[in-house]
């Protein structure tokens, strides 16, 4: 019989105990609990053991995340840079976050006592400087990152892995969805939220197939109320021929109707087609050194349908096998694309009349040229767009 497997990912050496009660917790209610110090891992000889553990993380159902007072071991790909460096637990997170895994996330108490602190500090000192330096709204962004850097260079952490441990604390905390958020203070505390919350998730899956919500009773509502519109336009459309009991229709009218499509659904569909094409939902895949402009953007969807008909039993297309109209670079850990989004981004397309694929064509140029920078020359770095 299949069960739940459930991820665990933290430091371990300072959080082993909590660790180990929390396998012992997972075991006892009858799930399988994934944890790289108990050989759950499966270790690819031709793959880095980082990567191991990350890779791990797409064949589990759950991911539970603990956070102490430790950011832990450097990703193995990090280079020495500027910005800060991920640890293995952060690439974890990002990975969950990739696969789209329900989470759940315990954050030592003190650790979030003083990070929430350090953010009120932050914020004050921000508010600050802005109030007395003329700051134009396109270099908002910039000017808080680097406000920020030089903060936390006079910041007086509590500890010197906070630096580290706060930066993972902010992406955390501005993940708007799948992001529960818990603190503790013993692991007593986090078994009895786990208790509650998977007994809501098991209440939720026992029921959910037994009820309707009022939104897909509208729906269904609407669909009918659209079904009438369209019966009655054929009988109003409907003639019979002189002398004849033939009756003909005149569907005009009909096809007209029945082109007017869902137009905040097929807009959102679009726009989460071009998302996870353009980002892997958190950072850019890529950067375009020449402009996309109307006339490329159609080419480039006309040349979609090579792609997806090439590509159809494949989850991922490498990024460098769909742009190849204006020059580019590209992060190489970015830069496997979602083929499904592909697939919808031209099912889409495919169906519209021409002066609708030229209207798409706009909107596509638009979120290409977001990424749009002139060319630089390259820098030393393993994780630098390629």
């Not at 939104?215 to 079904?227: G, P, R, S, T, Y």
């Not at 336009?233 to 005149?250: C, E, M, Y």
Request: aromatic share 12%; net charge negative.
């Amino acid at each position: 019989m299949a069960v739940p497997r459930i991820f665990v990912s933290s430091t371990c050496h300072d959080l082993h105990e909590i660790r180990f009660q929390l396998r012992q917790f997972i075991d006892d209610i009858g799930y399988d609990p994934v944890m790289s110090e108990f050989g759950d891992i499966f270790y690819n000889l031709n793959s880095h053991v980082q990567d191991a553990c990350k890779e791990e993380v797409s064949k589990c159902n759950l991911f539970i995340l603990i956070v102490g007072n430790n950011y832990g071991s450097i990703y193995h790909s990090h280079k020495d840079r500027d910005d800060l460096p991920d640890s293995v637990t952060l690439q974890e997170f990002r990975k969950a976050l990739e696969v789209g895994i329900p989470k759940y996330i315990f954050i030592n108490k003190f650790v979030q006592h003083d990070f929430e602190n350090y953010r009120r500090a932050l914020s004050k000192h921000t508010s600050k400087q802005f109030a007395s330096n003329k700051i134009e709204d396109e270099d908002a962004e910039s000017v808080r990152k680097s406000i920020k850097s030089k903060y936390d260079e006079i910041y007086p952490f509590p500890n010197e892995s906070y630096k580290y441990v706060f930066y993972f604390l902010d992406i955390l905390y501005n993940i708007d969805i799948n992001n529960a958020i818990y603190s503790f203070e013993s692991f007593d505390e986090v078994k009895e939220t786990l208790r509650k919350q998977w007994a809501g998730f098991f209440h939720d899956a026992l029921t959910k197939n037994k009820t309707v919500s009022l939104e897909k009773v509208e729906a269904i509502e609407q669909k009918l109320n659209k079904i009438e519109q369209q019966l009655r336009l054929l009988v109003d459309s409907k003639t019979t021929s002189s002398g004849s009991q033939n009756i003909s229709i005149d569907v005009t009218k009909l096809v007209n109707e029945l082109n007017v499509e869902d137009l905040d659904n097929i807009q959102s569909q679009i726009k989460l087609s071009l998302d996870d094409i353009l980002t892997n939902g958190l950072h850019p895949r890529l950067k375009i050194n020449k402009r996309f402009s109307p006339s490329i953007a159609k080419e480039w969807l006309d040349g979609l349908g090579g792609i997806v008909a090439n590509y159809k039993w494949s989850q991922t297309v490498s990024i460098n096998e769909i742009v190849n109209h204006v020059d580019f670079v590209y992060w190489k850990n970015r830069q496997e694309v979602p083929y499904r989004s592909l697939f919808d981004l031209y099912s889409i397309y495919s169906k519209f009349s021409p002066e609708d694929q030229d209207a798409l064509a706009i909107t596509v140029s638009t979120r290409f040229n977001e990424y749009y920078e002139e060319k630089k020359a390259p820098e030393k770095d393993e994780d630098i767009p390629f």
